[in-house]
């Protein structure tokens, strides 16, 4: 029989590529659907169909593909758009809790 003490517990987090497909969102290319569809004929376009929740963010074009690598580094490029930095909290958390590989 297996006995589980709660001193032993760890907290669970999903796999890092799982959180991040729960936080980072794809603008849809067509949100109203094909061209000459009735759907949404008389509705406003909503992009998200369920609620936000915290962290939840859409990629956009004008940001890092890497965050951890680049964050805190201003774009240097005359004219670039900001990268909109949240100064107060680290964008990557998920390999914080994995321990070093030593082999």
Known sequence: MTVFFKDNEEEYTDF?????MRNFLTVEQTPEGPYGAPRGKYEP??????????GQQYY?????????????????????????DDKEKSQEREYQDIPPNNT
């Open 16 to 20: 890092s590529n799982v959180e991040k």
């Open 45 to 54: 376009v909503e992009n998200k169909s369920t609620p936000w929740e915290e």
């Open 60 to 84: 956009t074009p004008t940001t890092y593909e890497n965050r951890s690598l680049h964050q805190g580094m201003p774009r240097r490029f005359p004219g670039a758009h900001d990268t909109h």
